[in-house]
């Protein structure tokens, strides 16, 4: 069964460094977007992205943020200057058209220091 | 988004089937109705989804009751793997983002 693949695993980083997320999701899906959930807390959404735009983002969405798909196949989320509080397990998730059910990768855990 | 409120917490013995509520008194005629579980911390897993007819796939059953006010999530022979958290979610079909919002769902126990 086709999956959404996330990288890496795992990250840690200091405050203030930026990090880059990586998803690559499955190969026919039109529909791209991050979500993050904070430890205990709920799944909360990011940013849904399609035609190569953003069509939606949450107020979590802020300057710091940005998405890229660059090359047609990966799909990025880049934290500028990390902080605290986005320590979480961000998750990428595709889905081939508006009606359908979302496929979800396994997630990075980021933890900021 | 039409809010959805679900049971906290619901046990099920293996081998039984379990029966998830969801009410969702607020749904608009243009809401379709998602079940998500999500195991331990792994990312969240699509089981099914309807709008007003009664859904089945090879994980599970819908049941929308005929005023869709409320839904039901069946897995006819839950095992020991289907212990989850599991999220009722409504949302509207736009042309835009189409976003999932999450509540606390039902965290699903299933027994020996």
């Known amino acids: 069964e086709p999956e959404v693949t996330q990288t890496p695993s795992h990250q840690v980083t200091q405050m203030g460094q930026e990090v880059i997320l990586r998803c690559v999701p499955i190969s026919n899906h039109l529909y791209f977007y991050w979500y993050r959930q904070i430890l205990g807390q709920k799944v909360e959404f990011l940013v849904s992205f399609y035609n190569n735009e953003i069509s939606e983002k949450s107020e979590i969405f802020d300057d710091q943020f940005s998405v890229e798909r660059p090359d047609g196949s990966n799909f990025t989320l880049k934290i500028r200057s990390t902080k605290l509080e986005d320590s979480a397990m961000y998750f990428c998730?595709?889905?081939?058209?508006?009606?359908?059910?979302?496929?979800f990768g396994s997630g990075t855990r980021l933890t900021v220091v | 988004d039409a809010k959805t409120t679900q049971p906290p917490s619901m046990d099920c013995a293996e081998g039984r089937a379990a029966n998830l509520p969801c009410n969702h008194s607020?749904?608009?005629?243009?809401?379709?109705v998602y079940w998500y579980r999500q195991i331990h911390s792994q990312g969240p897993q699509y089981i099914i989804h309807g709008l007003k007819n009664n859904e089945t796939n090879e994980m599970a059953s819908l049941i929308i009751t005929e005023d869709r006010k409320s839904s039901t999530l069946i897995l006819p022979h839950a095992t020991l793997r289907d212990t989850a958290v599991y999220y009722c979610i409504v949302r509207r079909i736009t042309g835009g983002g189409n976003k999932l919002t999450f509540g606390t769902g039902t965290q699903l126990k299933v027994e020996l």
């Open positions: 998730a595709s889905t081939i058209g508006i009606v359908e059910g979302y496929t």
């Open positions: 607020t749904i608009s005629g243009n809401e379709y």
